[in-house]
């Protein structure tokens, strides 16, 4: 046999070329869907609500208004100490029964709304300090949850036949340095059938606090 038909023949460049560059734009197009649809997730999910977002570093909260469902404290991060991870689970516990009761009251069907608005997360940022610490975030979510209890299954405040309250949530962060994009998430939950009759809470009195006010006053939401 000649020696020359045993030598492997050189594979063409021009199809090799096309295969690698076929490959190599196919790794890009995945790196492409993860990188718009995977990556943000990771970065922005704070529970799935259409008005709930992460806020930005160093302070890392989700942020936003919920009925409950979505939870805002994340008791599984990296470096919550034991004490505080307790803390936050018997928040987000606090508000799954809120969630629990706005969809009881849901089914009544004669309901208003009222938001409680005030710092519901401690921020990540080591250094900074909180507006509220978690048991003090605890203990305000309890008092809101047994008066929106009371008012709904007792006669106390009134005949609950009348109207029903559903709770909703709105942490404005840590530091209550977030209240343009909240006041605009709270003007959207109120409903013809469904008003939102007021806002509650507040936190401290800072200068943010009054900027708020005055916000949800131009767009006629009683404070």
């Given amino acids: 046999m000649d020696e020359r038909e045993k030598e492997p023949r050189p594979s063409k460049p021009g199809r090799n070329?096309?295969?690698?560059?076929?490959?190599g734009a196919g790794a890009i197009a995945i790196v492409l869907?993860?990188?718009?649809?995977?990556?943000?997730?990771?970065?922005?999910?704070?529970?799935?609500?259409?008005?709930?977002w992460r806020s930005a570093k160093p302070h890392d909260e989700c942020?936003?208004?919920?009925?409950?469902?979505?939870?805002?404290?994340?008791?599984?991060?990296?470096?919550?100490?034991?004490?505080?991870?307790?803390?936050?689970?018997?928040?987000?516990?606090?508000?799954?029964?809120i969630s629990d009761e706005n969809k009881h009251v849901a089914g009544q069907g004669r309901y208003v709304k009222v938001v409680l608005l005030m710092p519901l997360t401690v921020t990540n940022a080591k250094g900074k300090g909180s507006v509220l610490s978690l048991p003090q975030i605890k203990y305000a979510l309890e008092g809101a949850y047994t008066a929106q209890y009371r008012a709904n299954r007792t006669s106390i405040f009134g005949d609950p036949s009348a109207y029903q309250i559903q709770l909703l949530l709105a942490n404005q962060g840590s530091?209550?340095?977030?209240?343009?994009?909240?006041?605009?998430?709270?003007?959207?939950?109120?409903?013809?059938?469904?008003?939102l009759e007021a806002v509650i809470g507040l936190g401290f009195s800072l200068p943010s606090t009054e900027a708020v006010v005055r916000k949800l006053g131009s767009v006629r939401i009683r404070a």
């Fill in 63 to 97: 942020l936003g208004v919920t009925d409950g469902n979505e939870a805002f404290n994340e008791p599984g991060r990296v470096g919550v100490t034991p004490v505080d991870r307790a803390a936050m689970e018997q928040i987000n516990d606090l508000q799954r029964k």
């Fill in 175 to 195: 530091r209550q340095d977030f209240g343009g994009r909240i006041v605009n998430e709270i003007a959207d939950v109120s409903e013809r059938d469904h008003p």
């Fill in 33 to 52: 869907v993860l990188a718009i649809t995977i990556i943000p997730r990771l970065r922005d999910d704070c529970g799935g609500g259409d008005r709930i």
């Fill in 17 to 23: 070329r096309w295969l690698l560059t076929g490959a």
